[in-house]
């Protein structure tokens, strides 16, 4: 699984005029939650830019006071106006303790819909699931084979070995609806040919 490595530097000074004078030397502030203790810290906001740009599920490694702490990210926060990134939550990983993550979807396959003339719909991009780290991937994959023409995926249909799913069951993440084209074909060959 793709990793970045943030350098963070411990935060020692609390409030608002100490976390201004950071952001004001282009830091982005955050908190590491989940492990043992809380870490408060800061790091150049040029180091988030491959961790929070992306539609990639990644990890995070973070390296404060020489102990490297494993994370994912969890809540960011930008500036309303500017839209600077000024916080990021990241949640540490711990071996046997499960944590909730977005992960995102990939459509594998050609559907038969498709081949039959239909336009796929991707509904649902990410998925919410709750896993141990080690059961954690970049993706998850959604085979659309045999997905026919106004047939639908729905959350229930997708499998994700070792993870659970928290998304409702009945919610379509695919599908394969008529296009105009073949509507049109169809009104055509349903209408006899007046004589």
Request: aromatic residues 4%; positive net charge.
């Amino acid at each position: 699984m793709k990793t970045v490595t943030i350098e963070g530097h411990l935060r020692t000074e609390a409030g608002k005029k100490a976390a201004r004078q950071l952001r004001s030397q282009e830091n982005v502030l955050g908190v590491i939650y989940g492990g043992a203790t809380e870490v408060n810290f800061y790091a150049p906001a040029k180091a988030f830019k491959a961790l929070v740009y992306t539609s990639e599920f990644m990890l995070a490694e973070v390296t404060v006071e020489g102990k490297t702490y494993k994370c994912i990210l969890k809540d960011l926060q930008f500036h309303k106006v500017s839209d600077d990134l000024l916080h990021v939550d990241l949640l540490e990983l711990v071996d046997n303790k499960k944590v909730v993550a977005t992960l995102p979807l990939k459509m594998v396959g050609v559907s038969v819909g498709v081949k039959a003339g239909g336009k796929l719909v991707v509904k649902m991009k990410t998925l919410k699931v709750k896993a141990l780290p080690k059961d954690l991937r970049e993706f998850i994959e959604v085979d659309i084979t045999n997905l026919e023409l106004n047939g639908n995926i729905r959350v229930q249909d997708v499998t994700a070995p070792n993870m659970e799913i928290l998304n409702p069951a009945r919610i379509p993440v695919a599908s394969v609806v008529m296009t105009r084209q073949l509507k049109q074909e169809e009104n055509a060959a349903a209408t006899p040919a007046k004589k």
